[in-house]
């Protein structure tokens, strides 16, 4: 148990629709880090919260949206779903900005 | 942005030979390089990191060199066991103010016994 809690843990749902994933950071860290991992893409960043605040953002969709809550864990939210969105979707957090990233097992999706 | 190129993509060893995956990127300005070792259906797990301000590191079996005249880092795994049998992913952290991980595309690495 790496101490970055996912849920759910899988998820299939229907073109078009909405979901929400959760992350629970481990206890102490600020920095949230959102990853999406596709066979053919590897894994790619998709957005950073530190403290609450978004601090940068990658190659996420305008489709796709996270919020860090006070508590600290994150949420990442996906509507008008694709068929090319179906991938692992991992978070990562840290006590440090950019150092000792630890990822959780992730949620993976799928679009049918 | 930054670039990470990782090779091979595939790599095969007799258990208890060495096993070596290399990385290169592209923005100078990096300066923190992790290794990650994923088991199928489970998340990325750090297994060793260096710091720009140093040369090599080593822990147990586990080495990682870097290069940054040639900006090149790698990953050195000796006495290889089956348990190393995984995909390991470099990445690199660019550096002035940024904090994300860039990934190079992963090594798959079977210890045959």
């Known amino acids: 148990d790496s101490g970055v809690t996912q849920t759910p843990k899988h998820l299939i749902t229907a073109t078009g629709q909405r979901v929400t994933l959760r992350c629970s950071p481990r206890s102490g860290d600020l920095s949230v880090y959102w990853y999406q991992q596709s066979l053919d893409q590897g894994l790619q960043f998709l957005i950073h919260?530190?403290?609450?605040?978004?601090?940068a953002k990658g190659n996420i969709l305008e489709r796709f949206s996270a919020q860090q809550f006070p508590d600290l864990h994150s949420e990442l939210n996906l509507s008008s779903l694709e068929l090319g969105d179906s991938a692992l979707y991992f978070c990562?957090?840290?006590?440090?900005?950019?150092?000792?990233?630890?990822f959780g097992s992730g949620t993976r999706l799928t679009v049918v | 942005g930054e670039n990470v190129e990782q090779h091979p993509s595939t790599l095969s060893v007799q258990e208890g030979d060495s096993a070596v995956i290399k990385c290169t990127y592209s923005?100078?300005?990096?300066?923190?390089f992790p290794w990650y070792k994923q088991e199928l259906g489970k998340g990325p797990q750090l297994i060793i990191d260096?710091?720009?301000?140093?040369g090599e590191k080593k822990d147990q079996r586990i080495a990682v060199t870097l290069n940054k005249t040639a900006k090149h880092f790698s990953l050195h795994i000796t006495e290889t066991q089956p348990e190393d049998s995984a995909v390991y992913f470099c990445a690199a952290i660019p550096g002035a103010g940024s904090y994300q991980l860039t990934f190079g595309k992963g090594t798959k690495l079977s210890v045959i016994p």
């Open positions: 923005d100078s300005a990096s300066n923190y």
């Open positions: 260096i710091r720009s301000n140093v």
């Open positions: 919260y530190y403290n609450g605040e978004e601090r």
């Open positions: 990562a957090s840290s006590v440090r900005q950019g150092y000792g990233y630890t």
